[in-house]
Structure formats: C-alpha cells, structure tokens
C-alpha cells in the first residue's frame, strides 16, 4: 500500500510539473506598466529562461535574474550581448535600441534558448 501511495505521490508532482512547465513557457508582450518604466525581466530557474519569448518596445531594458543554483549566461546569437557567467541571485541587463529579434542562449547549457522581439 505504501509503495502505491508513493508511485500516486510521485506521478501527481510530475503531471504538476509538467503542467507547471507547459504554461510557464507563455509568450508575452510587456505590461504597460513595465513598458512605462523601459525595463522587464526574465527569470532563470530550471535551467531554462521564463518566458521563453517577449516583445518590448525599441529603448527597452531587459534583466535576466538567475534564480537557479547554478552559473548560466545569456549570449545572443549575433554576440550584440553576453553576460558573464551568473550565479545564484545574479543580474544581467541589455537595453534594447533597435527594432528586430533577438535570439539568445545559454553558452554553459546550449539547448537553453529564447528570444526577445523588439518592435
């Protein structure tokens, strides 16, 4: 009984994971409010960057905070931006002057990629 108990435990916290990270890769432009201040921020945790797509205005100031605990970086693809490797709790800002899409990734972890589209 214990071990069924356990596996039902476990394959709930999956399916809720799995659905925690289906929607957490949302696209989204920046609130008014955000676009008011020139600045939005995307977050690093589970090796992965959230939201995985945004649209700004050109004049833009995009922070990336890396709330995993491990070191990633942000590189875009056409090197118009890179950080230094970020550990834990770590900042890296990039503003945004020039209308195009910008495809960036993670050079310590490769497969983690994303994208800002500034209009």
Request: glycine share 6%; aromatic share 10%.
């Amino acid at each position: 009984m214990k071990k069924t108990a356990i596996k039902f435990v476990m394959c709930a916290g999956l399916l809720g994971a799995a659905a925690w990270g289906a929607t957490s890769h949302a696209r989204y432009s920046v609130s008014a409010a955000a676009a008011e201040n020139g600045a939005t921020q995307v977050k690093i945790d589970n090796f992965s960057f959230e939201p995985k797509e945004i649209t700004v205005s050109a004049g833009t100031q995009v922070t990336w905070v890396n709330a995993d605990d491990v070191p990633h970086t942000v590189v875009s693809n056409d090197n118009k931006f890179k950080s230094k490797a970020l550990d834990t709790d770590d900042r890296f800002s990039f503003t945004f002057a020039q209308p195009g899409t910008y495809e960036y990734f993670c050079s310590v972890h490769p497969k983690m990629t994303a994208r800002v589209i500034v209009k």
